[in-house]
């Protein structure tokens, strides 16, 4: 299944809190907030992009996507 989602600021956006960090580094490997939270910066964008397809309430394609 495939549900496009608009990828912008996954990386600068806290998974934990939802707070935006317009100065994360993205060289940076380990994403920080000042929450506390703590995670991969890949794996810390992969939830937030994960939490938009699915609160996006539109239905997977899955024809002629590829």
């Not at 939270?37 to 938009?52: C, F, Q, T």
């Amino acid at each position: 299944e495939l549900i496009l989602v608009n990828p912008a600021y996954t990386s600068k956006t806290c998974f934990a809190c939802g707070n935006i960090d317009e100065s994360f580094d993205l060289s940076k490997k380990i994403f920080k907030c000042e929450c506390g939270h703590k995670m991969s910066r890949d794996l810390n964008a992969s939830k937030n992009i994960l939490r938009r397809g699915l609160a996006s309430g539109r239905k997977p394609k899955t024809k002629g996507v590829i």
